[in-house]
């Protein structure tokens, strides 16, 4: 079968919202300002200037450090800690999963549906590994009155020797 030609593509009808309120929809900036207002947060123009960087690319692990990199980069003038407060504001209204290796090293992961990672020793680079391809056989039982909230999985990888 072959492929349509670009132009009839074009002449496709498009599904289009007709609400007033939706003329915005598909603009990516819009969208953001709305998915931070859903999550209960104002949309600033920092928010919005990070939430950019953070979500315009796909899943991605990212630490505070470079996020902060990535903003003065692209000329967003902006403070370390705004960013510090910033990825913990988007982590507690689910924007974003926070992952703690080492103790030291936290990455923020934009991916918060539940699944496990390989972290590469090397690069310090965290790699998603799907929730189902982990089977947790045995696991100690919960303290006293606790119950068991989620499991992390950090497989560590390194070159082979
Ligand atoms: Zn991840």
Same mark, same amino acid.
């Given at each position: 079968?072959?492929?349509?030609?670009?132009?009839?593509?074009?002449?496709?009808?498009?599904?289009?919202?007709?609400?007033?309120?939706?003329?915005?929809?598909?603009?990516?900036?819009?969208?953001?300002?709305?998915?931070?207002?859903?999550?209960?947060?104002?949309?600033?123009?920092?928010?919005?200037?990070?939430?950019?960087?953070?979500?315009?690319?796909?899943?991605?692990?990212?630490?505070?450090?470079?996020?902060?990199? #990535?903003? =003065?980069?692209?000329? $967003?003038? /902006?403070?370390?800690?705004? !960013?510090?407060?910033?990825?913990?504001?988007?982590? @507690?209204?689910?924007?974003?999963?926070?992952?703690?290796?080492?103790?030291?090293?936290?990455?923020?992961?934009?991916?918060?549906?539940?699944?496990?990672?390989?972290?590469? #020793?090397? =690069?310090?680079?965290? $790699?998603? /590994?799907?929730?189902?391809? !982990?089977?947790?056989?045995?696991?100690?039982?919960? @303290?006293?009155?606790?119950?068991?909230?989620?499991?992390?999985?950090?497989?560590?990888?390194?070159?082979?020797?």
């Amino acid at each position: 079968m072959s492929r349509p030609a670009a132009q009839n593509l074009t002449s496709l009808p498009i599904a289009r919202p007709k609400a007033v309120n939706d003329v915005m929809a598909g603009c990516p900036v819009h969208e953001l300002r709305s998915k931070l207002r859903r999550s209960g947060l104002r949309p600033t123009r920092q928010r919005v200037a990070l939430g950019w960087l953070l979500f315009a690319k796909g899943d991605r692990h990212i630490t505070a450090e470079r996020l902060y990199e #990535e903003a =003065t980069g692209s000329r $967003v003038t /902006i403070s370390l800690a705004t !960013v510090y407060n910033t990825l913990h504001q988007f982590t @507690l209204a689910g924007l974003l999963r926070e992952i703690s290796v080492d103790g030291s090293k936290t990455y923020f992961d934009t991916n918060t549906s539940k699944h496990h990672h390989f972290l590469i #020793e090397e =690069t310090n680079q965290l $790699v998603d /590994i799907p929730d189902n391809l !982990v089977r947790i056989l045995d696991l100690p039982d919960p @303290l006293e009155g606790m119950e068991v909230s989620s499991v992390d999985v950090v497989v560590r990888l390194r070159k082979k020797r």
